[in-house]
């Protein structure tokens, strides 16, 4: 006996649907139900035609399209469990409860794909904005559709491949120069450069400025930036210092490198900065009180939020307002904090 089956809901035509057969882009079906006055006639009589033709609710519209995201915001970083990435998650709750947001915060654990499926998820949950400090590698575009459905985007500490997005990074190269240079000039001249991570933006942009003043300084660079753990760290130091002509400083990538070298140094019975001298990229909460209190290239994880925040809600109301604007991109700076770990500074004469 044959039993009928039922038949399947015919399913509910989208605005990418629309915005295909009208041959126009989201936003530009998004003005049209929000009877924006920047769209063409002849453009407007296209998309409604489409809206007619595949029976779409325009009612279904107008809560799906900007114009009704929901209060809330989407943060994307690569690890939850470092300092720097959960100071930047605890500033974006504190400004999005100030601006009446409520937060939806997750972690790629470093996997672009993991990343992308969290971003779409934001986007289908009709987040306002979404800041992302992203894992995605030169050459993946995928972002690049988030964009096309009117959702605002603030990349930070890093840029955003494939994507046209406002974005705040700090001098990560200046930096590095400056703290290689400061090594120089206390005479070390056998310089290493440690850390992990070295396809992220910012760890490269660290290395690029450490090798570029390493050899217009006439120094030979040598570096480490596969050392994600303590035993990793361990087993680099035990090699570095039996080599025939081993460093005499180290150049840490960032606090959790400096940390783990620190450990390193002292189970060892290495003196900072007699033996060894020692300078970090990135501050942390005991930078300065270790002893020797070590020196860093500073940078505010704090200052860094703030700034992406004010473009998010930028651009979150331009998004609602339907204009268009080049993207923004903000450098901020970073300051050398100099103590003790590459032993007395003499600041250089001005004659």
């Keep these: ?124 949950r009709k987040v306002s904005g979404l800041l992302i400090v992203t894992s995605t590698k030169p050459g993946d575009e995928r972002l690049r559709q988030l964009q096309s459905t009117g959702l605002a985007i603030v990349a930070f500490d890093r840029p955003l491949p494939g994507a046209d997005t406002d974005c705040v990074l700090v001098e990560n190269r200046a930096g590095a120069e400056e703290a290689t240079l400061h090594l120089i000039e206390h005479g070390h001249r056998r310089i290493a450069c440690i850390g992990y991570d070295e396809d992220a933006y910012t760890v490269h942009e660290r290395v690029q400025g450490y090798k570029h003043q390493m050899i217009v300084s006439g120094l030979k660079p040598q570096f480490a930036t596969n050392l994600s753990s303590l035993d990793a760290v361990r087993h680099w130091l035990a090699d570095a210092l039996s080599a025939k002509t081993p460093p005499t400083a180290i150049f840490s990538l960032n606090h959790r490198t400096s940390a783990f070298i620190l450990q390193s140094l002292s189970e060892r019975k290495i003196r900072i900065p007699e033996d060894m001298a020692l300078i970090g990229f990135d501050e942390f909460d005991l930078a300065a009180i270790v002893s020797p209190p070590l020196t860093t290239v500073a940078q505010s994880p704090v200052e860094l939020t703030r700034r992406s925040m004010t473009l998010l809600f930028e651009g979150i109301q331009k998004t609602h307002d339907g204009v268009v604007s080049s993207p923004a991109k903000v450098l901020l700076p970073v300051k050398l904090m100099v103590r003790g770990s590459c032993g007395p500074h003499h600041p250089p004469v001005v004659h």
């Design 1 to 124: 006996m044959l039993v009928a089956m039922p038949k399947s809901p015919p399913s509910t035509p989208t605005i990418r649907e629309v915005a295909k057969l009208a041959h126009v882009g989201l936003m530009t079906v998004s003005r049209v139900i929000n009877n924006h006055p920047s769209v063409r006639p002849s453009t407007r009589k296209k998309v409604e035609a489409a809206i007619l033709q595949l029976g779409y609710r325009q009612n279904e519209a107008a809560r799906l399209l900007k114009g009704q995201r929901a209060k809330l915001i989407g943060l994307i970083v690569p690890d939850l469990s470092d300092t720097f990435f959960a100071t930047c998650a605890h500033t974006v709750q504190q400004i999005a409860r100030q601006h009446g947001y409520m937060t939806l915060v997750v972690s790629s654990e470093r996997d672009a794909d993991l990343e992308f499926q969290e971003a779409e998820l934001m986007a289908s």
